[in-house]
């Protein structure tokens, strides 16, 4: 198992960016495919991105693509989720996740997700 804390969430006007970082305790980061989630109030959680244990590939909601990019270093046990051009859209509590299993490919599918950081604010002002 591993723990997740994200931090880098606050308040940003509309075409700013901002930087989530997740850091994971334990020496086993690299066996996990990550995936960064996020809920607006009164909405279900939605997947963000997610990204191989590797670095090498990487998944996109359309809603972000193009302007977050999802990246991870397996040396810091860190993945970072960096959001340009940020919207009010995009106002929500974000969620970084760890799926464990012997999978390959990451997935946008929640419920393959069974680790879970605490959520960091992210608030877009217009």
């Known amino acids: 198992q591993v723990q997740l804390v994200e931090s880098g969430g606050g308040l940003v006007q509309a075409g700013g960016s901002l930087r989530l970082s997740c850091a994971s305790s334990?020496?086993?980061?690299?066996?996990?495919?990550m995936g960064w989630f996020r809920q607006a109030p009164g909405k279900e959680r939605e997947f963000v991105a997610a990204?191989?244990?590797?670095?090498?590939?990487?998944l996109y909601s359309d809603s972000v693509k193009g302007r977050f990019t999802i990246s991870r270093d397996n040396a810091k046990n860190t993945v970072y989720l960096q959001m340009n051009s940020l919207k009010p859209e995009d106002t929500a509590a974000y969620y970084c996740a760890a799926d464990g299993s012997l999978v390959v490919t990451p997935t946008t599918r929640e419920e393959r997700y069974d680790q879970w950081g605490q959520g960091t604010q992210v608030t877009v002002s217009s």
């Open positions: 334990g020496r086993t980061f690299s066996r996990y495919l």
């Open positions: 990204i191989s244990r590797s670095g090498g590939t990487t």
